[in-house]
């Protein structure tokens, strides 16, 4: 192995370990967030609203991230300025409206927004040496550790609350406890600085086209085959309000079984991360990775009927299949751009996809949410529906990709 894969490979474990203690803050509190609001008294269309609104801004905002790191070449700096947002999650301690816990939960997911173009693209730099596919499932995998434990560090502080159901104090007490991987986030997010001041010298780039400013039609269509299976994907916070409101889970389970959608996701990430650079390599094609996406829509259109319903079974199964997706929308969809975006363009590249996911998330949460009020059966329609759609958008994709059009 020659220096330059071994930098590589070293920055991608720093990177995945700055996203183990990152997903423990913000994933620690991502699966509670839905029971919590309830707490604080909100119902289930504000629920839904909030997450969708939340997860919107954070993903919209990436455009402007994206182009504005691809400008500056600041990709450190908006890094840096992104994990220092984190610092939002502890404080939800502080709150005791509903409110206010939904002016930090919307900081986080800013913070989230101004870091992710700039952290894919450098991590993209580091995965073209080892393989897109492996170089991200590798760093995801460290991820899902940390989106392993934070929700188990509410799991276990409940347990040992002893029996009931969990009050303001009890969750307020869980936010605190983020404060120590918080630290340990910006500590690692150094050393990964020193270590690699200047990641664009990682890069060789195969197919010549680092000059090329423009985003093929190819890019295009996959973004919007990413808005269509996203828009029908079900949102965590109100799969967790439903399994409260309807008395299906404990307010320790909740988190647990969120922790377990995490080790799904880990697992799935390095097994669909191998099997897309197996398609690169076989075609010879860097777009034929994108073949794998068709586990995305095929295990979404199960999800609906499964997470909503009131056996504990059905909904074992919904988790499962939901951290494959998952697992899926980390590895390969971040892989994706990173080979169908030249490097000029790439923060804009990641921009652009993460604002149609984004705006994808809100419409679907909110929509999920109304609907939830209205009827379960219904939200459960809907989203078979959409996937049904986002199926036929995948085989115009795969056809674009095997036929070598840009």
Known sequence: MDNRKKTAFKLILLFGLVSLFGDMVYEGARSVNGPYLKTLGANAAIVGLIAGLAEFLGYAARLFSGYLADKTKSYWLFTFLGYGLLVSVPLLSLSGVWQAAVVFIVLERLGKAVRSPAKDTILSQAAKQVGTGLGFAIAEV???????????????????????????????????????????????????????????????????????????????????????????????????????????????????????????????AIIIGKTYDFFKVKRGNDKAGLITLAVIPVFSLLIPGLVFSTKVSLVLAGVIAWGIVMGSHETVMKSAIADLTPLPKRGTGYGVFNAAYGLAVFIGASFTGLLYEYSIPAVIIAGVAIEAVSVFIFLFLRKEVLTGRS
Not at 151 to 168: D, W, Y
Not at 185 to 211: H, I, N, Q, W
Not at 239 to 267: C, E, S
């Open 142 to 268: 460290l991820d899902q550790v940390g989106a392993i434990c934070g929700p188990l560090i509410f799991t276990f502080l409940f347990i040992m609350l002893g029996k009931g159901e969990r009050g303001l104090v009890d969750y307020q007490h869980g936010y605190s406890l983020l404060w120590a991987p918080l630290a340990m986030v910006m500590f690692c997010l150094y050393f990964a600085y020193r270590t690699v001041p200047r990641p664009e010298t990682l890069e060789k780039d195969v197919s010549g086209e680092s000059g090329n400013g423009k985003l093929s039609k190819v890019f295009w269509v996959y973004t919007v085959f990413t808005f269509v299976t996203t828009l029908g994907f079900a949102n965590f916070a109100l799969i967790g309000f439903h399994l409260k409101a309807r008395n299906v889970l404990t307010d320790a389970q909740i988190p647990l079984f969120y922790a377990m959608a995490m080790g799904v996701d880990a697992v799935a």
